[in-house]
């Protein structure tokens, strides 16, 4: 089960301007086959599937706290995707002005026709996500060796997208993405080298690139959020640390396990956009919930 909070890792800055063709290239670490969605349902399918869990607890332990933590980078993604759009037509209610000009010009039409300028289960290029890029073979360093591999090249299309874009927004976004992937790259390799022996870690990083290189993910390495690995869940998932311990490869700080979840920040108010009819609520009266909050004793 998840326990989802209305809250997202990192503060997004509001864009100063929408940037509809930087929302199309974020657009690829969502759905792309090495975006956020392959990640989660990777490693969710991997552990729902995972067999011999008394015997290789720790392994199952550490899968699953990663998982967790993906559902929390799909919306992060989602969110500055979303702000990209934000503003990106003009707004009203009179369908003959062509308020939604500016789309013609967009690299992603979709983001206008299909959506209400927001994000789609798709990548850069609008191929839509598919579950041919799950891959849970059943055996465990067969898996472990695959999440590696796929959370190198995740890592590698970041560091893309981020040399293609220059809004604040979606740069910090990478930046967060930069550490916490890594994080999970170095997971994989530590759970990799507890199994066969195999020092996996020399190979870091991958691309060979320190996140030293990228200002906006500086902030998050002095935080130490490359060292923690959160559980997602305050009881279980105990024995990860059996697996994320010792010196991390780039600074040779020592990591840790938190038991639980980073605090999070609150998600952006999106505005709405009424010539796309998003979201297409204008007779409902603020009052009746009002009222309705006041009997009940709830707080607005």
């Not at 864009?15 to 670490?29: D, F, G, I, T």
Request: proline share 7%; net charge negative; glycine share 8%.
């Amino acid at each position: 089960m998840i326990l989802k909070m209305d809250r997202l890792p990192i503060e997004l800055p509001t864009p100063k301007n929408p940037s509809p063709n930087s929302a199309a290239a974020v657009q690829e670490l969502l759905g792309g086959k090495f975006g956020e969605m392959s990640t989660l349902m990777n490693y969710t399918f991997q552990s729902f599937n995972f067999r011999g869990r008394k015997k290789l607890r720790p392994f199952y332990d550490l899968i699953c706290s990663i998982a967790g933590e993906e559902y929390g980078h799909i919306e992060v993604v989602s969110y500055t995707t979303n702000l990209l759009l934000t503003g990106a037509s003009k707004r009203g209610f009179d369908p003959t002005t062509r308020p939604l000009a500016n789309g013609v010009d967009a690299r992603n039409t979709h983001h206008f026709i299909a959506s209400g300028q927001s994000s789609l289960a798709m990548d850069s290029m609008g191929h839509y996500w598919t579950g041919d890029n799950v891959f849970s073979s059943g055996n465990l360093k067969l898996d472990l060796l695959h999440n590696f591999f796929l959370e190198c090249g995740a890592r590698a299309n970041k560091m893309r997208v981020y040399e293609m874009v220059d809004d604040p927004t979606a740069r910090t976004m990478v930046g967060y993405l930069l550490v916490r992937g890594g994080l999970h790259v170095v997971a994989y390799a530590k759970a990799l080298e507890k199994l066969t022996g195999v020092a996996v870690t020399k190979l870091l990083p991958i691309p060979d690139l320190s996140n030293d290189a990228f200002p906006e993910a500086r902030k998050f390495m002095e935080n130490k959020l490359h060292l923690k690995l959160y559980t997602f869940s305050q009881d279980d998932y105990q024995q990860a640390g059996l697996i994320w311990n010792g010196p991390h490869p780039d600074d040779g700080q020592e990591v840790e396990v938190v038991f639980g979840s980073p605090e999070g920040f609150p998600a952006p108010d999106l505005d709405e956009e009424p010539q796309l009819n998003a979201p297409g609520a204008d007779d409902i009266d603020p009052q009746m919930f009002a009222d309705i909050a006041k009997k009940l004793g709830i707080k607005l």
